[in-house]
């Protein structure tokens, strides 16, 4: 079974730092490129980072380019996002997601909760 | 700024058929676009429905379907069922690895 499954979520304060993993098995995870999804509270979802398969070319939305840094460790099967200068508009569920055949995103991690506060 | 646009809420009858549509500020919206659809009931993880337009996900009904109607993407649901009672994001694969989400619909079954 397809799985991945997120950690280090939790409670920061603004300007703070954390780093998100999503540990994955169930298929060749060095062959596919991975995203981070996050959706802030009662908002919708919102594309936020992603790494391809061998690691070499990372993107990162315009919101969170500069401050998250995305990046995977094949022989442990997880990739990570390093979260720095963050900002209460930065509070979300963040999602791991597989990305899958024709630019689709096919499985879904449950989340880890940022949440950005003093 | 690349804007993403569905409606924000739609209401189906029960057995009803009911066409959700996935539009561009600038532009139509092609298979290039590579429309997948994606569906989220409050409190749950996004569940994968439709990638590249019209690809139903593993253990997808076939009651879900995805085309490109005019300029726009669609997700049709033929013969409604209250579980489909949920929101549904469009997303398009915009080039260089990024993407947009729309903001999604909501779908009431009524």
């Known amino acids: 079974e397809v799985q991945l499954v997120e950690s280090g979520g939790g409670l920061v304060q603004p300007g703070g730092s954390l780093r998100l993993s999503c540990s994955a098995s169930g298929f060749i995870f060095s062959s596919y490129g991975m995203i981070w999804v996050r959706q802030a509270p009662g908002k919708g979802l919102e594309y936020v980072s992603a790494v391809r398969n061998n690691g070499a070319s990372t993107y990162y939305a315009d919101s969170v380019k500069g401050r998250f840094t995305i990046s995977r460790d094949n022989s442990k099967n997880t990739v990570s996002l390093q979260l720095n200068s963050l900002r209460g508009e930065d509070t979300a569920v963040y999602y791991c997601?597989?990305?899958?055949?024709?630019?689709?995103?096919?499985?879904w991690g449950q989340g880890t909760t940022v949440t950005v506060s003093s | 700024q690349t804007v993403v646009t569905q409606e924000p809420a739609f209401s189906v009858s029960p057995g009803g058929t009911v066409t959700l549509t996935c539009g561009l500020n600038?532009?139509?919206?092609?298979?290039?676009?590579?429309p997948s659809w994606y569906q989220q009931t409050p409190g749950q993880t996004p569940r994968t429905l439709i990638y590249?337009?019209?690809t139903r996900s593993s253990g997808v009904p076939d009651r879900f379907s995805g085309s490109i109607l005019g300029d726009k993407a669609a997700l049709i649901i033929t013969g409604a069922q209250a579980d489909d009672e949920s929101v549904y994001y469009c997303v398009l694969y915009m080039g260089s690895d990024i993407w947009v989400f729309g903001g999604g619909t909501k779908l009431t079954v009524l």
């Open positions: 600038s532009g139509s919206v092609s298979t290039n676009y590579y």
């Open positions: 997601v597989k990305w899958g055949t024709y630019y689709g995103m096919d499985v």
């Open positions: 590249n337009t019209n």
